[in-house]
C-alpha cells in the first residue's frame, strides 16, 4: 500500500538542510529555537511527507533554512507526476 503523502515539501526541506550541511537534530534544534515544538523525528516524517506542515510552520522553516517560501514547494513539472501517478 503506497504511503499517504501529508505535504509536498518535504523533499525540498530534506534538500535544502543537506545543502546548507546541516544534519535533522541541528535543524530541529534551530525550529525549536524559532518557536516550533518539533525534535528530530517530527523533521524526519516532515521530510518523508508522513507529518502536516502548516503554513505558519512553512513561514518558520523557510526562514530558518533563509530561503523564499516559493522554494519550499516542488516545481510544476514534479507536481503535474505526482498527480499522474509517478514520484
Known sequence: MPKKVRNVVGPQVRRIRSQRELSQAELAVRLQLAGLDWGRVALAKIESQ??????????????????????????????????????
Open 50 to 87: 508522513i507529518k502536516k506542515v502548516s503554513d505558519a510552520e512553512l513561514f518558520v522553516i523557510a526562514k530558518i533554512l533563509r530561503v523564499e517560501m516559493e522554494e519550499l514547494f516542488p516545481t510544476a513539472e514534479k507536481v503535474k507526476r505526482f498527480l499522474a501517478g509517478g514520484t
